[in-house]
């Protein structure tokens, strides 16, 4: 027996060295896993970092791209609405020649062409020198230039002034 025993406590020895072992490695694994997870945490949070930086700068550029954006659309709405220079000198040139004809030829629509022509050329002059200047810098209402031309002393039953819808209602009469 003293020999089973013997034997027994040599397996035991050599099954607790193999544990030991076995422990070591395993103890020795898990050192390496925890600081390379150590490392990956580490990683993360300077990428998250690194991203919340860029998140925040991206959602700055975001709010001040869409502040532009409707800045942008209200401009382009104003400006779809507003008349050009060509419009409102077209304007100014129709307005000029109807009461350049009511001076000249109250009620006769042929006259219309050459007193357009003439209210043009009249335009024409006007835009080169100081008058042109002072203009561009102080664009004048057009009620000025309509209270320097007055139509002939014809009066409608509606009102005081005479439009240009007044003027053919009374030419078909």
Do not use: C
Request: hydrophobic fraction near 40%.
């Amino acid at each position: 027996m003293d020999e089973s025993i013997g034997l027994f406590f040599v397996g035991l020895l050599i099954g607790g060295v193999i544990a030991i072992i076995v422990a070591f490695n395993g103890w020795r694994a898990r050192r390496g896993i925890v600081k390379e997870n150590r490392n990956l945490k580490d990683h993360l949070h300077t990428q998250m970092g690194i991203n919340a930086i860029g998140n925040e700068e991206q959602r700055k550029k975001l709010e001040e791209l869409s502040k532009k954006n409707e800045n942008l659309r209200i401009s382009l709405a104003a400006l779809k609405n507003r008349a050009d220079k060509s419009e409102l000198r077209t304007l100014y040139l129709y307005d000029k020649a109807i009461h350049m004809m009511y001076e000249k030829s109250p009620g006769f629509a042929p006259a219309w062409e050459s007193v357009l022509k003439e209210a043009e050329g009249e335009l024409a002059k006007t835009e080169t020198g100081l008058l042109a200047w002072t203009r561009k810098i102080i664009r004048p209402a057009l009620g000025v230039e309509r209270a320097a031309v007055q139509p002939p002393a014809v009066e409608d039953s509606r009102s005081s002034r005479i439009s240009v819808t007044d003027d053919n209602h009374q030419a078909r009469r």
